[in-house]
């Protein structure tokens, strides 16, 4: 073994590596007897593609797929701007938002498209579904006509294929999702909900009748569930004649059925996918084409994904017959999310382990048989330089907290210079989201070179019910900072990492934490803020519709509220700020705007602080572009080289 100082170990596992047989996957479709899926290419300019999987045909690539969606198209939509929901599929029929323009196109089957909606970028379109008769699409529509935030409109819409006339269905209200129809195409239900709100904090599910003289008022439609105002409603979806949803209400995310008043699964575990309401067209739960009443969802438990059958074809009473598989005993993955059913019987989800990347699985309910149609990385690299995540929990300000503890693993190297290795925590975005223990190379490029990770589920975080959930309202800034901050230290009183040597990095909101931590607390040494945010003031009047109310739960009324903005903004507590901050950030991002990293860059570098801020071109929210990300990671790292003095950095 070489002994070399933890951080300068030679690893197989580089940036290039990463992004070069790499692609992200998901969601996974299952229509007319063929699976699709999306896949984004960070080498192809982070392009979306559906591809369809065909084994047997010669033109497949490496993931036994052939690509559907027209060479040089991008399937993805910028409703809410974080998308969701791009594709609609019928039988034969299959539509897809195009990127560039926000147009539905119908594909075609010599590979071309048409667009079938207006020309212009007044129009974007997500979350759709068909009628049985194939001719109309029911979908949200948001109308940038005027692009001001507090000016555009969403509503769900009704667009006929064949001449792209569009009738509105459902209006009135700031936010619309997950439009689905009944068997019988009569009923529409929606999600529907109005500022400050945001879709995890309070929603309504509607039903309005597809019908000529109908009101489009979502006021004047039947409420079904939310009606206090207080409780969380996604996902609905209908079996038969029934309709089932996904409601906060008994302290989780529990699966319902409309007029049983009790949950059907009450159970204290959320369903509803690991993140909710962030992106459009999720489902956690589906149902057992051809076997009445057979339910199948999804859960999380001890860091592990359960899928759970039940029997609900008696619409009086709970479910029945349930039953449960997890883990390898069942053929499963550990982690897996986004679960679409076949009529034999077969799921297909998006599965992985925290060594496999993510990928695309078949998996029988009654055989157990399981088989990988596609992977989204074709490098794979030794289990000698694999770090397997452990979860943790440790104290902190509000009870407790959790995460997931990497240690440096590189069997190549040992370090006999240096009691314990520096520390990298890892504050996710949302913040309303969480971490994920499904293998991340972007995390291995740390570990495999002698960093310990921590990547922190802080207060805020989806996955542990509701009340955790709401740790953060009006304590953004706070409870987060903490937990990062609490999760260090429980290492470092471990004797697991190296209290001389912590950094922490974070995107978006998870730049805002980082920044918050580095300006507000004296524990790490340095930090990395991706598109994060260093001015809730500015953050407060720059940013999109979706979240633009966002702050009022996570911090205040604003500007009522100011001087809290400005006691959160860690652009405002520089002269608390002692350690150097590297800034990496999309030049067109929406979400976040450019000026955020700019701000805080010139205020750090005017105290005199060590500051890097790097601005891609042709960037977004979130880096997609292979070369980006690339120069991100490695630029990171020489940053907490020249933090810790560590040289021969590989």
Same mark, same amino acid.
């Given at each position: 073994?070489?002994?070399?100082?933890?951080?300068?170990?030679?690893?197989?596992?580089?940036?290039?590596?990463?992004?070069?047989?790499?692609?992200?996957?998901?969601?996974?479709?299952?229509?007319?007897?063929?699976?699709?899926?999306?896949?984004?290419?960070?080498?192809?300019?982070?392009?979306?593609?559906?591809?369809?999987?065909?084994?047997?045909?010669?033109?497949?690539?490496?993931?036994?797929?052939?690509?559907?969606?027209?060479?040089?198209?991008?399937?993805? +939509?910028?409703?809410?701007?974080?998308?969701?929901? %791009?594709?609609?599929?019928?039988?034969?029929?299959?539509?897809?938002?195009?990127?560039? +323009?926000?147009?539905?196109?119908?594909?075609?089957?010599?590979? +071309?498209?048409?667009?079938?909606?207006?020309?212009?970028?007044?129009?974007?379109?997500?979350?759709?579904?068909?009628?049985?008769?194939?001719?109309?699409?029911?979908?949200?529509?948001?109308?940038? /006509?005027?692009?001001?935030?507090?000016?555009?409109?969403?509503?769900?819409?009704?667009?006929?294929?064949?001449?792209? #006339?569009?009738?509105?269905?459902?209006?009135?209200?700031?936010?619309?999702?997950?439009?689905?129809? #009944?068997?019988?195409?009569?009923?529409?239900?929606?999600?529907?909900?109005?500022?400050?709100?945001?879709?995890?904090?309070?929603?309504?599910?509607?039903?309005?009748?597809?019908?000529?003289?109908?009101?489009?008022?979502?006021?004047?439609?039947?409420?079904?569930?939310?009606?206090?105002?207080?409780?969380?409603?996604?996902?609905?979806?209908?079996?038969?004649?029934?309709?089932?949803?996904?409601?906060?209400?008994?302290?989780?995310?529990?699966?319902?059925?409309?007029?049983?008043?009790? #949950?059907?699964?009450?159970?204290?575990?959320?369903?509803?996918?690991?993140?909710?309401?962030?992106?459009?067209?999720?489902?956690?739960?589906?149902?057992?084409?051809?076997?009445?009443?057979?339910?199948?969802?999804?859960?999380?438990?001890?860091?592990?994904?359960?899928?759970?059958?039940?029997?609900?074809?008696?619409?009086?009473?709970?479910?029945?017959?349930?039953?449960?598989?997890?883990?390898?005993?069942?053929?499963?993955?550990?982690?897996?999310?986004?679960?679409?059913?076949?009529?034999?019987?077969?799921?297909?989800?998006?599965?992985?382990?925290?060594?496999?990347?993510?990928?695309?699985?078949?998996?029988?309910?009654?055989?157990?048989?399981?088989?990988?149609?596609?992977?989204?990385?074709?490098? +794979?690299?030794?289990?000698?330089?694999?770090?397997?995540?452990?979860?943790?929990?440790?104290?902190?300000?509000?009870?407790?907290?959790?995460?997931?503890?990497?240690?440096?693993?590189?069997?190549?190297?040992?370090?006999?210079?240096?009691?314990?290795?520096?520390?990298?925590?890892?504050?996710?975005?949302?913040?309303?989201?969480? %971490?994920?223990?499904?293998?991340?190379?972007?995390?291995?490029?740390?570990?495999?070179?002698?960093?310990?990770?921590?990547?922190?589920?802080?207060?805020?975080?989806?996955?542990?019910?509701?009340?955790?959930?709401?740790?953060?309202?009006?304590?953004?800034?706070?409870?987060?900072?903490?937990?990062?901050?609490?999760?260090?230290?429980?290492?470092? /009183?471990?004797?697991?990492?190296?209290?001389?040597?912590?950094?922490?990095?974070?995107?978006?909101?998870?730049?805002?934490?980082?920044?918050?931590?580095?300006?507000?607390?004296?524990?790490?040494?340095?930090?990395?803020?991706?598109?994060?945010?260093?001015?809730?003031?500015?953050?407060?009047?720059?940013?999109?519709?979706?979240?633009?109310?966002?702050?009022?739960?996570?911090?205040?009324?604003?500007?009522?509220?100011?001087?809290?903005?400005?006691?959160?903004?860690?652009?405002?507590?520089?002269?608390?700020?002692?350690?150097?901050?590297?800034?990496?950030?999309? %030049?067109?991002?929406?979400?976040?705007?450019?000026?955020?990293?700019?701000?805080?860059?010139?205020?750090?570098?005017?105290?005199?602080?060590?500051?890097?801020?790097?601005?891609?071109?042709?960037?977004?929210?979130?880096?997609?572009?292979?070369?980006?990300?690339?120069?991100?990671?490695?630029?990171?790292?020489?940053?907490?080289?020249?933090?810790?003095?560590?040289?021969?950095?590989?």
């Amino acid at each position: 073994m070489i002994d070399k100082p933890f951080g300068a170990w030679e690893s197989p596992i580089t940036s290039k590596a990463i992004t070069a047989g790499s692609v992200k996957l998901g969601p996974v479709h299952y229509c007319n007897g063929n699976v699709y899926w999306l896949e984004g290419r960070p080498q192809e300019g982070g392009r979306n593609v559906l591809v369809k999987y065909a084994p047997y045909d010669h033109n497949n690539c490496e993931r036994d797929g052939i690509d559907v969606s027209p060479k040089e198209s991008n399937v993805r +939509t910028r409703v809410h701007e974080y998308g969701g929901g %791009a594709t609609v599929m019928r039988g034969a029929q299959i539509y897809y938002s195009e990127f560039t +323009t926000q147009r539905l196109c119908k594909l075609n089957k010599d590979g +071309t498209s048409t667009p079938i909606t207006p020309e212009g970028v007044r129009y974007r379109y997500a979350d759709g579904v068909l009628s049985s008769n194939g001719n109309v699409i029911y979908c949200v529509r948001e109308d940038h /006509k005027n692009p001001e935030p507090k000016n555009v409109v969403n509503e769900i819409v009704a667009i006929d294929v064949r001449d792209g #006339s569009m009738k509105v269905l459902a209006t009135g209200n700031d936010f619309y999702a997950h439009p689905r129809l #009944s068997p019988n195409g009569q009923k529409l239900a929606y999600i529907t909900w109005s500022h400050p709100n945001m879709p995890w904090d309070s929603t309504e599910l509607r039903v309005t009748s597809i019908y000529k003289d109908s009101s489009n008022k979502s006021c004047d439609h039947k409420l079904i569930a939310g009606k206090d105002g207080d409780t969380s409603v996604i996902q609905p979806t209908y079996q038969g004649n029934r309709l089932y949803y996904i409601s906060d209400q008994s302290g989780y995310y529990n699966i319902y059925r409309a007029g049983f008043k009790q #949950s059907i699964l009450p159970m204290n575990v959320d369903f509803g996918g690991s993140a909710p309401g962030w992106t459009l067209g999720q489902q956690g739960f589906c149902f057992i084409p051809g076997k009445e009443g057979r339910l199948v969802a999804q859960y999380s438990k001890d860091s592990n994904s359960v899928i759970l059958t039940a029997d609900v074809s008696d619409g009086n009473a709970p479910a029945k017959d349930i039953k449960k598989y997890c883990g390898e005993k069942d053929g499963l993955p550990k982690i897996l999310d986004g679960i679409v059913a076949a009529d034999n019987k077969d799921l297909y989800f998006i599965g992985g382990s925290p060594s496999t990347p993510s990928s695309v699985y078949k998996w029988n309910v009654e055989s157990k048989d399981t088989a990988i149609l596609a992977r989204s990385s074709s490098l +794979t690299f030794p289990d000698e330089v694999i770090s397997v995540p452990k979860q943790v929990e440790f104290p902190t300000t509000l009870g407790t907290a959790f995460g997931y503890y990497y240690a440096p693993k590189n069997d190549k190297h040992k370090c006999t210079t240096e009691k314990a290795p520096p520390l990298l925590v890892k504050a996710h975005g949302g913040p309303t989201a969480c %971490a994920s223990a499904v293998f991340n190379a972007g995390i291995q490029y740390w570990t495999s070179r002698g960093y310990a990770i921590l990547d922190v589920d802080y207060g805020g975080s989806t996955g542990y019910g509701r009340d955790y959930r709401r740790r953060l309202r009006k304590s953004w800034g706070i409870v987060d900072i903490d937990d990062v901050c609490n999760g260090a230290k429980y290492l470092v /009183k471990e004797g697991l990492v190296d209290g001389d040597r912590l950094c922490i990095d974070g995107g978006s909101a998870g730049g805002y934490t980082t920044l918050g931590a580095l300006a507000f607390r004296d524990v790490f040494k340095a930090g990395t803020s991706l598109y994060g945010i260093g001015d809730l003031t500015a953050l407060a009047g720059d940013t999109h519709k979706f979240e633009s109310r966002y702050l009022d739960g996570l911090v205040g009324l604003y500007p009522e509220e100011e001087e809290i903005y400005k006691e959160r903004s860690p652009i405002e507590s520089v002269d608390t700020l002692s350690c150097p901050i590297l800034l990496l950030q999309g %030049a067109e991002d929406k979400v976040v705007p450019p000026n955020q990293a700019e701000m805080m860059h010139k205020a750090v570098v005017k105290k005199g602080i060590s500051a890097c801020l790097k601005i891609y071109e042709g960037e977004q929210h979130v880096f997609r572009q292979a070369e980006n990300i690339e120069d991100a990671l490695d630029t990171e790292l020489t940053f907490y080289s020249k933090v810790f003095g560590i040289e021969g950095v590989w």
